[in-house]
């Protein structure tokens, strides 16, 4: 194991006090000499000196980490691609962005919390309630950014984004006169709160026009549970079918040839992401497209609660952002 390099050893390289190393490190160095900087910045290349993250967060009064805590619902390129955007937009603000796809939801937030010390936490799910209250006894503040609970959706950003995606599919197939819905989802309990958004997003549309989702089926991507869900659907009527995510629908869509069942003469089927295997599927895939929009809401809230103020925009102003539907032949 190769021991630390201390920073004794980058002042005995740079002749110079450990105090010296110490400002040129933090910034406070404007009455350093030029060449004394220099030999100290050499110094630390020259050892591959890591400061303490640690110290600096005593010396500042607090650090500059952002716990996210996102699960790994189902592989998805989009999500992955939202996830850099909200690490860089922090980055830009002087966050360090941490993800973890467990702390809080699979595995203990606080032996999590007992090597790694945030100065905010971001959670994408709902924090158990005993988290919630560790949290505020330890003066983390949380940036409420999602919630899946009755009544509290429309208070965060990024429900509200996924309801959204739902509602979008809805009004789509409703316009395509389609009146007997059902939803085909995943099985993954990581995903559940997610899928509960959007889920009540597509009943959402369906309750203005009087009507409800008549089948359901989380079948994930198994294909025997997907063949007995279009089995169930067709002997059901459904003609239209709102699905999880591309993925889904592309399951569900298999399953249908499978039991020669047509689409989308006897089912509309819509997916959501616009991953890019739904246009060379048979038939190609109707999806929902979205924007980064909602990004800009869940990073000001993010800031907002590092620095324990109101959000400038956060939730009041924020809208559901521009969700395209991107029509294909699957309806």
């Known amino acids: 194991m190769v021991a630390k390099v201390r920073s004794t050893e980058v002042a005995a390289r740079a002749?110079?006090?450990?105090?010296?190393?110490?400002?040129?490190?933090n910034g406070h160095d404007q009455s350093i000499p030029e060449d004394t900087r220099r030999r100290v910045r050499d110094a630390v290349d020259e050892l591959g000196y890591v400061p303490s993250a640690a110290a600096r967060a005593l010396r500042r009064g607090r650090g500059h980490i952002v716990l996210c805590i996102a699960p790994g619902w189902m592989p998805s390129g989009r999500a992955d691609a939202m996830w850099d955007v909200v690490s860089r937009e922090l980055e830009s603000q002087g966050l360090t962005c941490i993800f973890s796809r467990s702390a809080g939801v699979t595995s203990s937030l606080r032996a999590f919390l007992e090597e790694v010390s945030p100065s905010v936490v971001a959670p994408f799910v709902t924090l158990k309630d005993g988290d919630y209250a560790m949290l505020t006894r330890l003066g983390i503040p949380v940036a409420k950014l999602f919630s899946s609970r009755p009544g509290e959706a429309d208070a965060s950003p990024f429900s509200s984004f996924q309801r959204g995606l739902g509602r979008a599919q809805a009004d789509f197939l409703m316009r395509k006169t389609c009146r007997r819905f059902a939803w085909v989802g995943t099985d993954d309990p990581l995903g559940k709160e997610l899928q509960e958004c959007?889920?009540?997003?597509?009943?959402?549309?369906?309750?203005?026009?009087?009507?409800?989702?008549?089948?359901?089926?989380?079948?994930?991507?198994?294909?025997g549970r997907m063949r007995e869900a279009v089995a169930r659907f067709e002997a059901g009527g459904i003609d239209a079918v709102c699905a999880f995510n591309d993925e889904s629908a592309a399951a569900f869509m298999a399953a249908c040839v499978a039991m020669d069942v047509r689409i989308p003469r006897d089912m509309r089927v819509i997916g959501i992401d616009n991953q890019m295997l739904g246009r060379y599927l048979s038939p190609s895939l109707t999806t929902v497209d979205y924007d980064?929009?909602?990004?800009?809401?869940?990073?000001?809230?993010?800031?907002?609660?590092?620095?324990?103020?109101?959000?400038?925009?956060g939730t009041s102003s924020w809208q559901p952002g521009s969700f395209e539907v991107i029509e294909r032949q699957s309806a």
Request: charged share 20%; proline share 0%; net charge positive.
């Open 15 to 25: 002749g110079v006090s450990r105090t010296t190393v110490s400002l040129v490190l």
């Open 198 to 223: 959007r889920v009540q997003g597509v009943s959402d549309v369906l309750c203005q026009h009087g009507l409800s989702l008549l089948a359901r089926s989380d079948a994930g991507l198994d294909g």
């Open 292 to 313: 980064n929009s909602v990004i800009d809401a869940l990073v000001d809230l993010i800031v907002a609660a590092y620095h324990r103020r109101s959000a400038a925009r």
